[in-house]
């Protein structure tokens, strides 16, 4: 029983439950942020801490801010009357559809076990160093292209917020 | 020695979170929410991954899910300029009232 | 000489191109002289053809020209061949020197029409598929023969297009026409599969074969389907009841078209046929007797229409329905080379006959009332003495030609050898039928000829005698009228005469040998003596004569009464009679508006409602209709997307893990229990 595993994992899905179903928008953006946190504690302990810094400073730092940022510009006291669909048979439908796909991506993997490798980790493994090994030479293409599609992001973001259009 | 969970139990919290994501994707109104609900789902497959890694052995994982960092935040950056743009015209950012594209 | 059969067909259809494509520029006498010449010269290559088979001995009269091979697919073989023997050297005699009197005759006929180009180009191609029938060497040739006259037929029926009459008349005529050559096409589609050709030369040896081996009986039903359906084709072609409807209609063609073509020639088609294939018909009794037995009825049938007929070119139409009849009793009886032979001796007297009216309806001027006619023959005697020479003829008097052949074949239809209780009333048939002839046919001549002229003033002054290039034909045929049944004086008044042989019979003899092997073998031929021969030769003389008689009483003594008042006596009878027993009526009820109705039912319900209004324009309704349920789905709302998407990932997954209800629950209740 890992009870650590335990610990994050219900924490997790609590806030993802909270998240989805509060009515405004900015406690839903904190339960965000709990799910972003309990993940990368979860990340830590699978051996890849490298992989929770970044969930950390990318998520909770970056994306999560700038949510909250366009939370705090486009909310207007009107706004809060909104919530979930009017619509019932859609929200029935929704979570129904939701539980069904959650019973068979989680059963499907039964058996999966038998696919893990048993042995032992090797030494280091979740090592900044082993990461950045990889990245820059095995997957150096991947991180070029990665840094283009941040540029095309960049230029896309500054033409889209302009007076007009 | 702590007895690790096994893979079963990160591909079950994986897909719970995907399914949550997926469930908010659909029953929610407000566009913000709608894609907080999207980064969720985008998280609950890193998860996957990384789980994944470990399991394996193999930091390839770890590093997919760099990647898909990298692609997350493109997306978030230009999607709520988007929905920003989108306001100044519809002036609220309920996606009922995003009904231009129909048919 | 086999080199030259092919001239026979191919000279009129050099004349039909040439006046076809050029006779309009060329002017009249290029017209002329091209139509006349290539049937002329056709009938001098005929005579050379039939010249070098006499040189023959009997035996080895048969000439035939391969000229090329048609259709090779397996085993149906066709080729266009030629075959010249006894019968179609008779035939083809009679088809190109016929044909070349009337191409004279219509020179002067047709002088003042504007489309005179157009209708010897069509005369010559109709000698042209006429000489095919008759010269070909299997069934199908014939049939292209076949075809072709009656599509030649149907173009100079409506000749005068422009009025609907006439076009109608020519309708009229092709689609009965066509009627009987799907009974025809059917008997060639048996015949194939029965004897695996259409060749004469192969269908015929073979037939005979067969019987002398013992394998074919009399009577075997595919010959008899075979034979009836080559039959209907006949009574479409030849005129006989169910299918003579059209001949009286295609009066409405030019008068020389209709002595060539529906007298002496393309009508004759038929008997053609029947003789052709004397070994089939032979060989089927059964089939023999409904010939014979139509054909009688048919003779009957029409004489009695033709006696109350006011349009002169209608009561001449009937009387060759009728004469038809009985060629068709003479070969139906077995007596093949009467049949013939009365063929031959119509084409002299009808042909006459038809031209004479022409002449007299020229004379009035386009008026062929014969209630308007009367006393003429002062003013055209040689219209007058060729046509009563034909009517002579054709009634039966002695020595012209008509009483040689119709007595002939009167006399074996009475001895009909497979059915001789039908032959006695065939034969009670054919006898009334020679009287009603002769009535009719007097009446005729008495209504034009004699008496008071009961037309119009300026009609007696417009009445003269028709110019030569018109009157020489009619002296040819009248003459032969009363000459041309010498060939075939039967044995008994030959040998009273001095021994004259029967010169046709003599000739035709090894064409039907066969079948007189056949006859004689299974046939009952009663012998008479030679008194009650003569007697029946007497009965028909004198049935002519009645016939005459009674037309002289009630057309030359008491013209002014007698007919009116016997049509008011018998009234009934009378209006059934003159309305040629209403038969055209009947067929429009019972056959033309059921194909209409089943016409406008096809069209209004099966294609206006059903494959546009359902298929078509359903089908786009159907598509309308779901495209407009179908559409609802993009309503725009992000979240609707979604959830098709959630819907598509989860039927993928469902494809894919197939998992059930049952499973999951087990699976869950066993992670539950392992994880407390």
């Keep these: 029983m890992d009870i650590y595993f335990w610990i994050f994992a219900v924490i997790g899905v609590a806030a993802g439950i909270f998240t989805i179903s509060y009515k405004d928008a900015l406690p839903c953006a904190l339960g965000l942020l709990t799910v972003f946190m309990s993940l990368a504690a979860l990340y830590v302990h699978l051996h890849a801490p490298l992989v929770a810094i970044f969930q950390v400073a990318i998520y909770a730092g970056a994306i999560l801010i700038l949510v909250v940022f366009v939370i705090m510009l486009l909310m207007t006291p009107d706004e809060d009357q909104m919530g979930r669909q009017k619509n019932i048979g859609f929200r029935i439908m929704g979570f129904l559809l939701g539980l069904l796909m959650m019973c068979y991506l989680a059963i499907g993997a039964k058996g999966i076990d038998q696919l893990v490798n048993q042995e032992k980790l090797p030494k280091g493994f979740g090592d900044p160093h082993i990461f950045g090994d990889l990245l820059f030479k095995q997957y150096l293409l991947h991180f070029e292209v990665a840094s283009v599609l941040l540029l095309v992001a960049l230029i896309g973001g500054v033409y889209l917020a302009k007076k007009r259009l | ?103 | ?676």
């Design chain 2, 1 to 103: 020695m702590v007895p690790m969970a096994s893979l079963t139990d990160y591909v079950i919290l994986s897909s719970i979170l995907f399914a949550l994501g997926a469930i908010g994707f659909v029953v929610r109104r407000n566009a913000l929410i709608l894609f907080m609900t999207v980064e969720m789902m985008l998280n609950a497959v890193n998860l996957m991954l990384v789980a994944f890694s470990k399991f394996r052995a193999d930091m390839a994982g770890q590093v997919m899910v760099f990647f898909i960092y990298a692609v997350a935040a493109a997306e978030v950056a230009v999607g709520l300029a988007i929905l920003i743009a989108l306001f100044r015209h519809m002036r609220s950012v309920d996606i009922t009232k995003y009904r231009l594209m129909k048919w």
């Design chain 3, 1 to 676: 000489m086999e080199h030259l059969i092919f001239l026979i067909p191919l000279l009129p259809l050099l004349g039909f191109l040439l006046n076809g494509l050029l006779g309009k520029r060329l002017g009249k006498g290029f017209v002329s002289f091209v139509g006349c010449a290539s049937v002329g010269l056709a009938f001098w290559v005929a005579l050379l053809v039939v010249s070098a088979l006499i040189s023959r001995p009997p035996e080895d009269r048969q000439l035939v020209q391969h000229l090329w091979s048609w259709i090779a697919l397996g085993h149906f073989k066709v080729s266009v061949s030629f075959l010249v023997d006894q019968l179609s050297a008779v035939m083809i005699l009679i088809v190109t020197g016929v044909s070349f009197v009337i191409h004279i005759y219509s020179i002067g006929y047709m002088h003042d029409d504007e489309s005179y180009w157009r209708y010897f180009a069509y005369l010559n191609m109709f000698v042209f598929f006429m000489c095919m029938l008759v010269l070909g060497a299997n069934y199908l040739v014939m049939f292209v023969g076949w075809e072709g006259v009656g599509l030649a037929s149907y173009l100079l029926i409506g000749f005068w297009y422009q009025g609907i009459p006439n076009a109608d008349a020519g309708k009229k005529a092709f689609i009965v026409n066509r009627v009987g050559d799907f009974g025809f096409a059917l008997g060639m589609f048996m015949m194939f599969v029965t004897f695996g050709s259409l060749s004469y030369l192969q269908v015929f040896p073979k037939a005979y074969h067969l019987y002398e081996a013992g394998k074919l009986g009399l009577n075997n039903p595919a010959l008899i389907a075979i034979c009836l359906l080559l039959f209907v084709g006949a009574t479409g072609k030849s005129a006989q009841i169910p299918l003579y409807v059209w001949l009286p209609d295609a009066m409405a063609g030019p008068t020389p078209v209709s002595a060539l073509i529906h007298a002496a020639t393309m009508v004759t088609a038929g008997v053609y046929m029947v003789a052709r294939s004397n070994i089939l018909y032979t060989l089927a009794p059964t089939a023999l007797l409904v010939v014979a037995g139509i054909a009688a009825t048919t003779a009957l049938f029409a004489a009695t229409i033709g006696i109350l007929q006011n349009d002169i070119k209608k009561v001449l139409a009937y009387s060759t329905v009728s004469q038809l009849g009985y060629m068709f009793m003479g070969v139906g009886v077995t007596a093949y080379w009467a049949g013939i032979f009365h063929l031959m001796t119509h084409a002299f007297f009808k042909a006459c006959l038809f031209l004479c009216s022409g002449s007299v309806i020229h004379a009035m001027g386009g008026d062929q009332d014969m209630r308007h006619m009367g006393g003429l023959a002062k003013k055209m005697p040689i219209t007058y003495l060729t046509m009563l020479s034909a009517t002579l003829a054709i009634a039966g008097i002695p020595p012209f030609a008509g009483f040689f052949s119709k007595d002939e074949i009167l006399w074996r239809t009475f001895n009909f050898p497979f059915y001789p209780v039908a032959g006695k009333i065939y034969w009670a048939l054919g006898a009334i039928g020679a009287a009603v002839t002769a009535f009719y046919m007097f009446r005729l001549i008495f209504m034009t000829f004699h008496g008071k002229f009961r037309g119009t003033e300026e009609q007696w002054h417009h009445v003269h005698e028709s110019p030569i290039s018109m009157t020489f034909p009619l002296i040819v045929l009248g003459t032969l009228s009363l000459v041309g049944g010498w060939i075939g004086i039967s044995p008994l008044l030959g040998e009273k005469l001095g021994n004259v042989p029967n010169v046709l019979e003599n000739f035709l003899d090894p064409v039907f040998e066969h079948s007189a092997e056949i006859v004689a073998k299974y046939g009952h031929v009663t012998h008479y003596s030679h008194s009650f021969e003569w007697a029946m030769m007497g009965l028909s003389v004198l049935l002519a004569l009645t016939g005459f008689a009674a037309a002289f009483y009630i057309y030359m003594i008491r013209p002014e009464d007698l007919p009116k008042k016997l049509a008011e006596k018998f009234a009934g009878v009378y209006n059934l009679v003159y309305n040629k027993y209403y038969v055209d009526e009947i067929y429009y009820l019972c056959v033309v508006m059921p194909v209409y109705w089943g016409g406008m039912f096809f069209w209004k319900v099966i294609d206006a409602f059903v494959i546009d209004g359902l298929g078509v324009n359903g089908t786009a309704f159907l598509v309308k209709q779901g495209s407009a349920v179908s559409r609802e789905a993009h309503n725009g709302y992000i979240s609707t997307y979604g959830a098709f998407m959630l819907i598509g990932i989860v039927g993928i997954l469902w494809y894919f893990l197939h998992l059930s209800p049952h499973y999951i629950t087990d699976t869950i209740m066993g992670w539950l229990r392992a994880a407390f």
